[in-house]
């Protein structure tokens, strides 16, 4: 299996998910991820048992809110506040290509492990910023997370959230513009390892949520800078879009949703009303051609209502099988686990845990070679720690004085 980050090191000093999710996807692709934690608590997010209201466990050692974010790594545990764990710290980064953190500066600047710190001890390291809000400006030194800086700040909030709503729409998942954005560092670095091997230079990478979420909104955003100010609301009609009766959400007979977006609407009509037993419907006047059906879209919009109404989800999935136009299930997350493309492409993948017991993880949407990644668990707290201090040169007895020191865990 073609693994491109094979060979590549990564000092990852992070916690929660935007930052890790980045080491996670790097690990997947080959890349050896060490990861420092408090040498007592270890990353904060191993304490969140509860998420969205939902139990954030899996059984046994299995943390799913753990494993997404930090599958395929070393975890060392690290007191990076105690003198006498520099040296272990200094010789780490000294052997890596990528440092990796989403420390404050505050925090980074106590701690010695700001840019200057990490690129006094080696010249030519990446290194890599993950923010709320960026490095520049009066928040420079602002903590976020992705429901503050991604998803309100961002735009995606309002987006989503109707204009006589009582409260705001939350987002759809956990860490979820933290997984975005993961996703979106990984790109950075692999962008700045090919710069460091092209120029010879190291890059300072940064990316922040709220920069994450405003490229997710772009095209609102796009138009509101070209409007020069704010987006007007157009009221949508109950079924359909204004003028085309083949987009949008319809609720199905069992109570579940059917997306459509057949952009158009002269070419997929006749094929929709010959799908769901409706043929006299290509002939109808009001329906004759493109140009009569966007004019009568919302009379057409609540005869597609009535008609998706009959028939419950699966019954429409097998109807609509191997049709032309675009459509596609409202999926639960149950169901996005058992989504057949999802599998037949290895993007759920299979992984042991801690205990042995066999588990599946969404696997990342990159694939190189159209080779499915193999996942490998993630660690337990401080899991690797002798073993990543022996392969430094560390002897036994300099171990346990760390130990003593409690510079380790």
Same mark, same amino acid.
Request: glycine share 12%.
């Given at each position: 299996?073609?693994?491109?980050?094979?060979?590549?090191?990564?000092?990852?000093?992070?916690?929660?998910?935007?930052?890790?999710?980045?080491?996670?996807?790097?690990?997947?692709?080959?890349?050896?991820?060490?990861?420092?934690?408090?040498?007592?608590?270890?990353?904060?997010?191993?304490?969140?048992?509860?998420?969205?209201?939902?139990?954030?466990?899996?059984?046994?050692?299995?943390?799913?809110?753990?494993?997404?974010?930090?599958?395929?790594?070393?975890?060392?545990?690290?007191?990076?506040?105690?003198?006498?764990?520099?040296?272990?710290?200094?010789? *780490?980064?000294?052997?890596?290509?990528?440092?990796?953190?989403?420390?404050?500066?505050?925090?980074?600047?106590?701690?010695?492990?700001?840019?200057?710190?990490?690129?006094?001890?080696?010249?030519?390291?990446?290194?890599?910023?993950?923010?709320?809000?960026?490095?520049?400006?009066?928040?420079?030194?602002?903590?976020?997370?992705?429901?503050?800086?991604?998803?309100?700040?961002?735009?995606?909030?309002?987006?989503?959230?109707?204009?006589?709503?009582?409260?705001?729409?939350? !987002?759809?998942?956990?860490?979820?513009?933290?997984?975005?954005?993961?996703?979106?560092?990984?790109?950075?670095?692999?962008?700045?390892?090919?710069?460091?091997?092209?120029?010879?230079?190291?890059?300072?990478?940064?990316?922040?949520?709220?920069?994450?979420?405003?490229?997710?909104?772009?095209?609102?955003?796009?138009?509101?800078?070209?409007?020069?100010?704010?987006?007007?609301?157009?009221? !949508?009609?109950?079924?359909?879009?204004?003028?085309?009766?083949?987009?949008?959400?319809?609720?199905?007979?069992?109570?579940?949703?059917?997306?459509?977006?057949?952009?158009?609407?002269?070419?997929?009509?006749?094929?929709?009303?010959?799908?769901?037993?409706?043929?006299?419907?290509?002939?109808?006047?009001?329906?004759?051609?493109?140009?009569?059906?966007?004019?009568?879209?919302?009379?057409?919009?609540?005869?597609?209502?009535?008609?998706?109404?009959?028939?419950?989800?699966?019954?429409?999935?097998?109807?609509?099988?191997?049709?032309?136009?675009?459509?596609?299930?409202?999926?639960?997350?149950?169901?996005?686990?058992?989504?057949?493309? *999802?599998?037949?492409?290895?993007?759920?993948?299979?992984?042991?845990?801690?205990?042995?017991?066999?588990?599946?993880?969404?696997?990342?949407?990159?694939?190189?070679?159209?080779?499915?990644?193999?996942?490998?668990?993630?660690?337990?707290?401080?899991?690797?720690?002798?073993?990543?201090?022996?392969? *430094?040169?560390?002897?036994?007895?300099?171990?346990? !004085?760390?130990?003593?020191?409690?510079?380790?865990?």
């Amino acid at each position: 299996m073609h693994r491109p980050m094979e060979g590549v090191r990564v000092l990852e000093v992070a916690q929660f998910t935007f930052v890790p999710a980045a080491g996670a996807v790097l690990a997947d692709w080959g890349a050896d991820i060490i990861k420092v934690e408090h040498a007592e608590r270890g990353d904060a997010q191993r304490g969140l048992i509860r998420v969205l209201g939902l139990d954030a466990r899996g059984g046994g050692s299995f943390f799913p809110i753990m494993e997404g974010p930090n599958r395929g790594k070393r975890s060392v545990g690290l007191a990076l506040e105690n003198p006498a764990a520099r040296p272990v710290l200094e010789r *780490l980064v000294r052997e890596s290509d990528v440092f990796l953190t989403n420390f404050l500066p505050g925090a980074r600047a106590r701690l010695g492990i700001d840019v200057a710190d990490i690129r006094a001890i080696n010249p030519d390291i990446i290194y890599v910023r993950g923010s709320g809000f960026g490095q520049s400006g009066d928040e420079a030194d602002k903590g976020g997370y992705d429901s503050t800086a991604f998803w309100a700040r961002g735009g995606s909030a309002a987006g989503v959230t109707p204009a006589d709503a009582d409260g705001v729409t939350r !987002q759809p998942s956990g860490a979820y513009g933290d997984s975005i954005g993961g996703m979106t560092i990984a790109g950075g670095i692999a962008a700045a390892l090919y710069s460091r091997k092209a120029t010879g230079e190291p890059s300072v990478v940064d990316v922040s949520l709220l920069g994450v979420g405003a490229w997710a909104t772009q095209f609102s955003v796009n138009l509101a800078l070209a409007a020069g100010g704010p987006l007007p609301r157009p009221e !949508q009609p109950r079924h359909g879009s204004m003028a085309n009766p083949l987009i949008g959400a319809y609720r199905t007979a069992d109570g579940r949703w059917l997306e459509l977006a057949m952009l158009q609407p002269g070419r997929y009509w006749p094929e929709f009303c010959r799908v769901a037993g409706r043929e006299d419907l290509i002939s109808d006047e009001r329906f004759d051609g493109v140009e009569n059906i966007m004019k009568n879209a919302a009379a057409a919009g609540e005869i597609v209502a009535e008609i998706i109404a009959a028939r419950d989800h699966a019954e429409w999935a097998e109807l609509l099988k191997g049709t032309d136009g675009q459509w596609a299930l409202v999926q639960e997350p149950w169901d996005v686990a058992q989504d057949p493309s *999802l599998r037949a492409n290895g993007l759920i993948a299979a992984l042991e845990d801690a205990d042995g017991v066999p588990r599946e993880l969404v696997a990342n949407p990159v694939q190189f070679d159209e080779t499915p990644v193999e996942l490998r668990r993630a660690p337990q707290f401080a899991e690797h720690t002798d073993e990543v201090l022996r392969e *430094l040169g560390w002897s036994e007895d300099e171990l346990i !004085q760390l130990k003593i020191d409690g510079a380790v865990t």
